[in-house]
């Protein structure tokens, strides 16, 4: 599945649980870095291709 498909199902999930506004924009942005982190740093495209060590890598580099 690709990145884009699960963040937008995380997020319409969210919006079903009534999370705020403010939340919302919160996790879109931060849903959105960590995207752009997996496609152009570590070359990933597809949830099923995402490891431990890619959001370790993701996590130690903020």
Known sequence: ???EDVI???LY???AEGYTN???I????????????L???RG???LESVTVHD?????GGK
């Open 26 to 37: 919160n996790k879109r942005q931060e849903l959105k870095q960590v995207k752009v982190f």
């Open 13 to 15: 999930h969210c919006m």
């Open 44 to 46: 990933i495209a597809a």
């Open 55 to 59: 959001l370790k890598a993701y996590v």
């Open 22 to 24: 403010k939340t919302m």
């Open 39 to 41: 496609k152009e740093k």
């Open 1 to 3: 599945m690709l990145l």
């Open 8 to 10: 937008d199902e995380y």
